[in-house]
């Protein structure tokens, strides 16, 4: 079974900066190559936000967060990360890590029924 832990989440202004940080455990890296970022609005349903291949660090952002966003891991921590700058009000969600389990990297990347554990979410809330 994979645990996914994240932190990192928090109250910010318009246009600072907050780190999220996704560790995993029970698996080692190698088996879990496909990673990402969802997010889930009030009202909302959970939308895609980064993914990222672990083996070749290959990544993927949605429209939304391009250019703000910068999705990255440390190997040797089986930990994933969420830079985000620049913040904006409609950035606040809850947002999940998630991990598709096996070694195979599926195109499907942006869709939530790829992924197969997620953490427990955390909220980040920017304020105008």
């Known amino acids: 079974q994979v645990q996914l832990v994240e932190s990192g989440g928090g109250l910010v202004q318009a246009g600072g900066s907050l780190r999220l940080s996704c560790a995993a455990s029970g698996r080692s890296s190698a088996e879990l190559q496909q990673r990402g970022w969802f997010r889930q609005p009030p009202g909302k349903e959970r939308e895609f936000v980064a993914a990222i291949s672990w083996r070749g660090g290959s990544t993927y952002y949605s429209s939304s967060v391009k250019g703000r966003f910068t999705i990255s891991r440390d190997v040797a921590k089986n930990t994933m990360y969420l830079q985000m700058n620049n913040l904006k009000p409609e950035d606040t969600a809850v947002y999940y890590c998630?991990?598709?389990?096996?070694?195979?990297?599926?195109?499907?990347?942006?869709?939530?029924?790829?992924?197969?554990?997620w953490g427990q979410g955390t909220q980040v809330t920017v304020s105008s």
């Open positions: 998630a991990v598709k389990g096996g070694s195979s990297w599926s195109v499907n990347y942006g869709s939530v029924t790829r992924y197969d554990y």
